[in-house]
Every structure is written in structure tokens, then in C-alpha cells.
């Protein structure tokens, strides 16, 4: 069985400031991991996935994570907040010999930007 | 890229009423499908996994005759809520797993229907 733990709902931060999402799984193999996006009153959107090829992802919009076996994390990150990115962001993790791929997504943290 | 194209992305109906949801898979065929259900301020909860041509597998707690789904070609799964009530208004979002032409496997998400009972 997998799970996935955001911590935390809510994260606010100023504008500029570092972002910083923490997502913790636990997976009985190596697992594939993602963080997804979901903009207000729009679907989920790919942010970055990490696959087995080099630990540090780095996807859209400047976001970035780092699976970590030893912490068995993959905490998303971004240098310098902007407004837009105010959202709600989704960590999911998929067991790489599982023909369906189906996700377990966390519970999701809402993300506030303040001016 | 793939694509999957998701209609209608808002629905409003009566209670009573059926409601039918469309998931196709755009530049490549998707041998699985699967549904979630976003409830408010919540995550989101797979309903059921379909393969094309067999009965979808539901997961724990979902009522596969109020929510129908249908998976009859590679490029396209449709959920069918039933008998819609009010406490199933929720955000339905479906995903599809294929591979496309140039061989690559794919997994990508639809943007979701809003779905609204009075």
C-alpha cells in the first residue's frame, strides 16, 4: 500500500518569499512521484514528476522538488512566490510496477500569496 | 502532447435527474481511465479504475449503479451520475493512461466538471 502526507492545508506566504510544500510518502518499493496544480475553478495540471532519473526536478513555472529516500519525502519548492501562484497543490505517488498507474494523491495544501 | 478533453466542465441539474460526464483522450488511445471525485476542501478520491471494453472496478464505498461508467473505445470513458441528489454535487475529474504515437506512456488528467444538483 502507498500513502502520501502533505503538511500542512493552508501555506501563506508574502510575495518574493520562498514556497515551500512539504510532501512525505510511504511506499513499499521506490515509488514515481508528482506534484500537480490546481488553479481556481480549473482541473489539475502536471507541475513535475520524478521518475527514477535524477532526484532533483525541476518543472513549471520555477518550481523545483527532491525526492529524498532517506526521508522518504518530496518537498516542493519555489525561489520567489508570485501572485499567481496562489493555488491549490497536490502531492501523488504511483507504484512504478503498477500496470495503472493509478495516483494516491495527498490531502492537498492550499497555497496564499499576500502582497 | 496528449490530451484528454473533459465536457461539460459546469453542469447544473435537478435532483432526480441524470447527468453524463465525457472523457476522450485526444492523439492517443487510452487503454484505462480513471475517476475522481474532489469533494470541498478535501482531496481527491478515486471512484473507479476502467479498462476499455470490461466493467470498471470500483473502489470502496462507491455505488457503481448510481455512478455508471462506460469505457466502450480506446478514446473515450463517460460517468453517468444517476438519480443525481444534491450531496452529489462535486468536482469530477477524469484521467486517462495510454501511449502515444511516438511510443511514450502517458498519464494525464482532464480539466473537470463542476457538477451542480438543486
Known amino acids: 500500500a502507498q500513502s502520501v502526507t502533505q503538511l500542512g492545508s493552508h501555506v501563506s506566504v508574502s510575495e518574493g518569499a520562498l514556497v515551500l510544500l512539504r510532501c512525505n510518502y510511504s511506499?513499499?518499493?521506490?515509488?514515481?512521484l508528482f506534484w500537480y496544480v490546481q488553479y481556481p475553478n480549473q482541473g489539475l495540471q502536471l507541475l513535475l514528476k520524478?521518475?527514477?532519473?535524477?532526484?532533483l526536478v525541476k518543472g513549471i513555472n520555477g518550481f523545483e522538488a527532491e525526492f529524498k529516500k532517506s526521508e522518504t519525502s518530496f518537498h516542493l519548492t519555489k525561489p520567489s512566490a508570485h501572485m499567481s501562484d496562489a493555488a491549490e497543490y497536490f502531492c501523488?505517488?504511483?507504484?512504478?510496477?503498477?500496470?495503472?498507474?493509478?495516483?494516491?494523491f495527498g490531502g492537498g495544501t492550499r497555497l496564499m500569496v499576500k502582497p | 502532447g496528449a490530451v484528454v478533453s473533459q465536457h461539460p466542465s459546469r453542469v447544473i441539474c435537478k435532483s432526480g435527474t441524470s447527468v453524463k460526464i465525457e472523457c476522450r483522450s485526444l492523439?492517443?488511445?487510452?487503454?484505462?481511465m480513471f475517476w475522481y471525485r474532489q469533494f470541498p476542501k478535501k482531496s481527491l478520491m478515486l471512484m473507479a479504475t476502467?479498462?476499455?471494453?470490461?466493467?470498471?472496478?470500483?473502489e470502496q464505498g462507491v455505488e457503481k449503479d448510481k455512478f455508471l461508467i462506460n469505457h466502450a473505445s480506446l478514446t473515450l470513458s463517460t460517468l453517468t451520475v444517476t438519480s443525481a441528489h444534491p450531496e452529489d454535487s462535486s468536482f469530477y475529474i477524469c484521467?486517462?493512461?495510454?501511449?502515444?504515437?511516438?511510443?511514450?506512456?502517458?498519464?494525464?488528467f482532464g480539466a473537470g466538471s463542476r457538477l451542480t444538483v438543486l
Open positions: 484521467s486517462a493512461r495510454g501511449v502515444e504515437s511516438s511510443g511514450a506512456n502517458v498519464l494525464t
Open positions: 511506499s513499499s518499493v521506490p515509488p514515481y
Open positions: 520524478y521518475t527514477s532519473a535524477a532526484t
Open positions: 501523488a505517488v504511483s507504484h512504478p510496477n503498477n500496470a495503472g498507474n493509478m495516483l494516491t
Open positions: 492523439d492517443f488511445q487510452a487503454t484505462t
Open positions: 476502467s479498462n476499455e471494453g470490461s466493467k470498471a472496478t470500483y
